[in-house]
């Protein structure tokens, strides 16, 4: 069974700039969530989807967005990039229900410049 | 307010030190408490879930345990490829969302 899959592995882009990060979740896991890992903040949840719909969101500015397709497969975005996007941006896929086990891909690494 | 506490935030062992790591919860209605090791510039690694209280799981030189206000992670005779940082995170009744401790960074010295 393939595991989450984030493209790309590494991305360097200038401030101002906007970026779109991919995940594939395992296949028949129907929820994605993405979350922002800097050194000093641990974890830090960004929004999750479950079949297309926006089920949670966490606390940040609206730079931040993604969505998912019919496929379960989810994108983020951000625009406007700042030094402070700097991060590892993971995605965890889950089958959607309470209590299930969530899986992680590998990230992307973002660096802002 | 839902809270997630891991303690000690790094612990330096020697190989074969046997020790133990802290996850501390203030959440309303624990539906299931989790926890993954985290190697450097990789994802999270799904380890264990715990789901009542007086439960217990192990897995090699693991093994995790839970009461009704924290859960422990016994390491026993660890090697240096223990060496990760561990993250415990919770499920609570009101909410999909995970809740994440900040992690323990577990240094194994040969």
């Known amino acids: 069974k393939a595991g989450v899959t984030q493209t790309p592995r590494y991305l360097i882009k200038t401030r101002g700039q906007q970026v779109t990060l991919s995940c594939s979740p395992i296949?028949?896991?129907?929820?994605v969530s993405w979350y922002q890992q800097t050194p000093g903040q641990g974890l830090q949840f960004l929004f999750e989807?479950?079949?297309?719909?926006?089920?949670n969101k966490g606390n940040f500015p609206g730079r931040f967005s993604g969505r998912q397709f019919s496929n379960s497969r989810s994108e983020m975005n951000v625009s406007t990039l700042e030094l402070g996007d700097s991060a590892l941006y993971l995605c965890?896929?889950?089958?959607?229900?309470?209590?299930?086990?969530?899986?992680f891909g590998q990230g992307t690494r973002l660096t802002v410049v | 307010e839902d809270q997630v506490t891991q303690s000690p935030e790094a612990l330096r062992l020697q190989e074969g030190e046997s020790s133990s790591l802290n996850c501390s919860y203030t959440?309303?209605?624990?539906?299931?408490l989790f926890w993954y090791r985290q190697d450097p510039g990789k994802g999270p690694e799904f380890l264990f879930t715990?789901?009542?209280?007086?439960e217990e799981k192990e897995k090699e030189r693991l093994k995790a345990t839970l009461t009704k206000k924290e859960s422990f992670l016994h390491i026993t005779a660890p090697k240096p490829e223990d060496s990760a940082t561990y993250l415990c995170?919770?499920?609570?009744?009101?909410?999909?969302?995970?809740?994440w401790g900040a992690g323990t960074k577990l240094i194994i010295k040969p």
């Open positions: 965890a896929s889950t089958a959607g229900n309470m209590n299930t086990e969530a899986f």
């Open positions: 296949s028949g896991h129907r929820s």
């Open positions: 989807y479950f079949s297309e719909t926006q089920r």
């Open positions: 959440v309303s209605g624990l539906r299931g």
């Open positions: 715990l789901y009542s209280a007086g």
């Open positions: 995170a919770v499920h609570m009744d009101s909410n999909y969302q995970l809740i």
